[in-house]
């Protein structure tokens, strides 16, 4: 289920719980956009994630690129990424997401090609929080 709202600072607000988890993905955007996820267990953040995502100022469709990241971000990982998987295409656009370091600390970057030219770039990090006991 996908909850949603609007914020008082123009900024969207995504959550989701099950159980003794949560999410919270609060983001700035359109284009370009900036945002973190943070997962929290038993009411503590445990992960977060930031990012930061341009598209080239001559993509004369926005909409379309960004369903295409969507339907990037969806597709099946097989055990990889931290955001979307290694590569994914679908007709003129071409998504590669490269990154280094595991789910305890982590930094990426996606890109998107299309027609073989690259037209958008986003810059990802995170880790876990709030880890060491009494801090």
């Not at 999410?23 to 943070?38: A, H, K, L, V």
């Not at 931290?82 to 490269?98: A, L, M, Q, W």
């Not at 998107?112 to 009494?134: F, K, P, W």
């Amino acid at each position: 289920p996908k909850n949603e709202i609007k914020e008082k600072d123009g900024s969207t607000t995504l959550w989701y719980e099950s159980g003794d988890w949560k999410f919270n993905d609060n983001y700035f955007g359109g284009e370009p956009y900036g945002g973190r996820t943070i997962i929290s267990y038993k009411n503590k953040p445990i992960w977060i994630m930031v990012y930061y995502g341009k598209l080239d100022d001559n993509v004369s469709d926005v909409n379309e690129a960004y369903l295409f990241l969507r339907k990037a971000l969806r597709a099946p990982k097989e055990g990889e990424g931290f955001r979307g998987p290694k590569e994914f295409s679908d007709g003129k656009f071409k998504y590669t997401n490269n990154w280094q370091g595991t789910l305890e600390n982590y930094s990426g970057k996606e890109e998107i090609y299309l027609d073989g030219n690259l037209v958008y770039t986003a810059m990802y990090m995170g880790g876990l929080v709030d880890q060491r006991e009494g801090d």
